[in-house]
């Protein structure tokens, strides 16, 4: 019997919220259509320089006051440029003019914000090293045996000492250089080539390399770790032939997380070490996708990767949420997106610098708000937590209404206010529905 009276005023009372809950969910859906229809009208895109053809071998990297430096090559004038943005305006200059240089560039700021550059000498076939002491350029030779130097990737240790992974293209092997205080050390990695086409390094909390690089020999993606005696190797994904455009960031465990291109697939692919074996996915399939891959951790170890699209010729950009992949194409303008590279500021927000091919400029690109969505997902406890509370409480005080315990005037407040927490409930899941879809 009390449960019949109970369903029959709740029937009674809900006719309105229910009404409520069909406004909201229209809304909703015609939210969600306009959301779609400008799901990347958070990216704000420039050109940064437009003075000849310019913007090959991007490299970016943002400094605390989230203020983005940029190393490319000027092919026009074959030159090594340096772009940095100081608050209002680009500033752009030439670093390094001896003869065809600035390939292959990559960028890393030092603890006090100064840019250092590892880049390719074409002319003279070596790699090449430029850092910024506050008031001019240093420039030296860092390997010059035979020809050294192709897909150079750049990282600094708790001194500000550069590390260098590279390839060397006489021989075939994967290489790395480190500043040992007046000289560089430049040991072979992997001789097994050829093999080091494509590197990305990093450095763990000991300082140790770690390398991802293509085995063109296999069709391989490998990965070497120093140890602290040797370099540990190991074959990542062989699965048909992958790892080109590889791009490597370790997280706070010293996990390592590889974004990279699948040749065989045409897809963008993403391998995460577990701490046994190799978790690898698909992370985009939508034609031949994944090249000039670059890839971050955010601060919630969540990678976000930048990447050209040669089907459409766009700049496309993945974030995983941590349920699922959120794709968007950045800039789809001409033909634009190669030679991308990001980084992320202190708010976890992407910063990509890349080349238009259409126009031989130098593009910029900036998330200008938080990515990722901060509503919990669909089926989170809270929307299990709260339900379970409002419900029994609305059942009580229509038994204590019925008994003449409580006034219906307290009785319609009370009930009012736990109503509107079921609505809020439910558009909160909704809204978690549609920012994670």
């Not at 120093?226 to 699965?239: A, F, L």
């Amino acid at each position: 019997m009390f449960l019949s009276e109970v369903i029959d005023y709740l029937r009674d009372q809900m006719r309105m919220t229910f009404k409520i809950l069909l406004l909201c969910l229209a809304g909703l859906l015609l939210l969600s259509s306009a959301r779609r229809a400008n799901a990347d009208s958070g990216w704000k895109t420039t050109t940064v320089d437009s003075d000849g053809d310019v913007g090959w071998y991007t490299s970016i990297a943002v400094d605390p006051s989230d203020r983005p430096h940029i190393s490319y090559h000027d092919k026009t004038k074959g030159t090594l440029k340096y772009a940095v943005w100081n608050g209002s305006t680009w500033n752009t200059s030439t670093v390094d003019s001896n003869g065809q240089v600035g390939w292959d560039t990559s960028l890393k700021l030092d603890s006090s914000g100064f840019p250092h550059i590892s880049y390719y000498d074409n002319t003279n076939g070596v790699l090449r090293y430029a850092w910024w002491d506050g008031s001019s350029w240093i420039m030296s030779v860092v390997d010059y045996e035979k020809q050294v130097g192709w897909y150079s990737s750049l990282a600094l240790d708790l001194r500000d000492f550069p590390h260098i992974s590279y390839y060397d293209v006489t021989d075939g092997y994967l290489k790395y250089a480190k500043w040992m205080g007046s000289a560089w050390y430049t040991p072979d990695v992997d001789t097994s080539g050829p093999v080091g086409e494509f590197t990305s390094l990093a450095l763990d909390l000991s300082n140790y390399a770690h390398i991802s690089y293509y085995d063109r020999k296999n069709g391989d993606l490998k990965y070497a770790v120093w140890n602290g005696s040797t370099w540990d190797i190991s074959i990542v994904d062989s699965e048909g032939d992958v790892g080109q455009w590889s791009s490597l960031a370790l997280d706070q465990n010293d996990r390592a997380h590889i974004s990279y291109y699948d040749v065989t697939d045409g897809d963008l692919k993403y391998a995460v070490w577990n701490g046994s074996t190799w978790d690898i996915s698909i992370v985009d399939s939508e034609g031949d996708v994944g090249q000039c891959t670059s890839m971050a951790l955010d601060t919630k170890g969540h990678p976000h990767i930048s990447y050209f699209d040669p089907t459409n010729r766009n700049l496309k950009y993945a974030v995983f949420t941590g349920y699922s992949w959120s794709i968007s194409t950045i800039d789809s303008v001409g033909e634009v997106g190669w030679c991308a590279s990001m980084a992320l500021d202190a708010d976890d927000n992407p910063h990509i610098s890349y080349y238009d091919i259409t126009n031989g400029d130098l593009k910029y690109a900036v998330y200008s708000e938080s990515f990722i969505p901060e509503l919990p997902p669909p089926l989170n406890y809270y929307y299990i937590i709260i339900p379970a509370i409002v419900i029994p409480l609305l059942a009580i005080t229509v038994f204590l209404v019925r008994q003449g315990k409580i006034s219906r005037k307290f009785s319609k407040i009370l009930f009012g206010v736990l109503i509107l927490a079921l609505i809020l409930t439910v558009v909160a899941w909704l809204l978690s529905l549609f920012q994670f879809s």
